[in-house]
């Protein structure tokens, strides 16, 4: 039975709750929504000691709920799923710490939202439970932080857009970082190492990785994109140099799942891309080709046994680490669209944030998207099943983004 029908104890119990992203996303909550109102949440995670004292920092009191088990142990995550309409997930690296926690919600009809990047990961769960989610009614969706949420919504937006305007969808949506500010998280790095080390011992992982319509659904990965960008190129529609964008590998193939989800609405001839944009001229190229060096030496560095022993000992921060409440508050992000429609006809865009990406826009973002499953339900146009932020969610969360999480999503000149 779907958690539509039911009534479950709690709305959302934020799981993982006691790490770096976690804390930040129960602080959210708290200062956003309260407790014993009309938003029924609980803070999850394997330590009651570690939950009671995060109780006590947020000034919740005992109105906030603490709920214990163990990402390990399928039995208590199964009685933990059937206390909640919506699990919060951000225990990661997810293909280590979250599979069991997935084949929960999508058994007890339990929606669920995550902040994972790791495409090999999401592959595996879908493959693995999605006729069981379609049939308990339990929206998965992955993906629900930096990646990918201003790549997946932004999109919708401009295409939305478009389609109000002219009457059609762009058969091309480009999405260029003009600016990023902020540090790298502790569990994003973990989690791209991961993947690296998965995809060098398994051909599934690396298939994963490397295809760019690797999750949309079997029979329907297939499409107009290529390998994604490596080099430095130039884009005459941003009048500047690029660079390859780190989370291009996931964002991309998310946006090209939605796509293929929305019953290819943009169309089967629709291209999408992702990149950094570093300036026009001889500058412009010098940045371009710094960048994709230093990228390309990082994947070599951290494929490399020695080498990444050494780099996650002495440079990388750690699953946890982040940086402190001025630092997230001084960062930022400006991530412009530029969309062209079959006949030629084009439009312009961005989505903005007023915190850093990887910390204090990701907590909101994943808050934001726990709420519009818990609170939104009823008015979601799809069941059960494992979606995209923009196939799930869409125009209600960019509703909620706007209206309470500092981020922007607005057309520009063209």
């Not at 932080?145 to 790549?151: L, R, Y």
């Not at 390998?227 to 991309?252: C, E, I, K, L």
């Not at 560095?301 to 050494?310: D, E, H, I």
């Not at 979606?387 to 209206?403: D, F």
């Amino acid at each position: 039975m779907s958690t539509a029908d039911t009534k479950r104890e709690f709305d959302i119990i934020v799981w993982g709750a006691t790490g770096f992203t976690g804390r930040l996303v129960a602080e959210y909550l708290n200062g956003q929504y309260g407790n014993g109102g009309d938003l029924r949440w609980a803070i999850g995670g394997r330590n009651e000691g570690k939950l009671t004292a995060l109780r006590d920092e947020l000034g919740a009191g005992e109105e906030l709920a603490i709920v214990t088990g163990d990402s390990n142990d399928p039995d208590s995550l199964a009685q933990l799923v059937e206390r909640t309409a919506v699990v919060c997930s951000t225990v990661g690296p997810f293909a280590q710490y979250g599979s069991e926690l997935v084949a929960a919600c999508a058994v007890a009809g339990t929606h669920y939202c995550d902040i994972t990047g790791e495409v090999q990961w999401m592959r595996r769960m879908i493959d693995a439970h999605e006729e069981t989610a379609r049939a308990s009614g339990a929206r998965i969706v992955h993906a629900c932080g930096f990646d990918s949420i201003p790549s997946d919504l932004g999109t919708f937006f401009i295409q939305q857009s478009m389609k109000a305007r002219d009457g059609r969808y762009c058969s091309e949506v480009k999405l260029r970082v003009r600016k990023m500010k902020g540090t790298a998280s502790g569990g994003t790095i973990a989690s791209m190492l991961n993947a690296l080390e998965e995809a060098s011992n398994d051909p599934a992982a690396r298939r994963a990785l490397g295809h760019p319509y690797s999750l949309n659904p079997e029979g329907e990965q297939s499409g107009p994109d290529g390998a994604d960008q490596r080099s430095p190129a130039y884009d005459p529609d941003f009048v500047s140099w690029t660079a390859p964008f780190v989370m291009g590998t996931v964002n991309t193939r998310v946006v090209r799942r939605s796509n293929a989800l929305m019953n290819f609405a943009y169309g089967r001839d629709f291209r999408y891309s992702e990149a950094v944009t570093t300036g026009p001229g001889a500058m412009g190229w010098t940045r371009a080709t710094s960048m994709t060096a230093a990228l390309g030496g990082f994947a070599i560095a951290a494929s490399v046994g020695p080498t990444k022993k050494l780099m996650n000992r002495f440079f990388l921060p750690q699953p946890g680490d982040g940086p402190n409440a001025a630092q997230r508050e001084a960062g930022s992000f400006d991530l412009r669209l530029f969309g062209r429609a079959p006949n030629g006809k084009v439009i312009r865009g961005r989505v903005t944030a007023d915190r850093d990406p990887g910390y204090g826009a990701t907590c909101k973002m994943l808050g934001e998207s726990a709420v519009c499953l818990a609170q939104d339900a009823d008015e979601l146009a799809v069941g059960g099943g494992f979606w995209t932020p923009a196939s799930a969610l869409g125009e209600h969360l960019i509703t909620r983004l706007k209206a309470r999480a500092g981020m922007a999503f607005e057309l520009l000149p063209d």
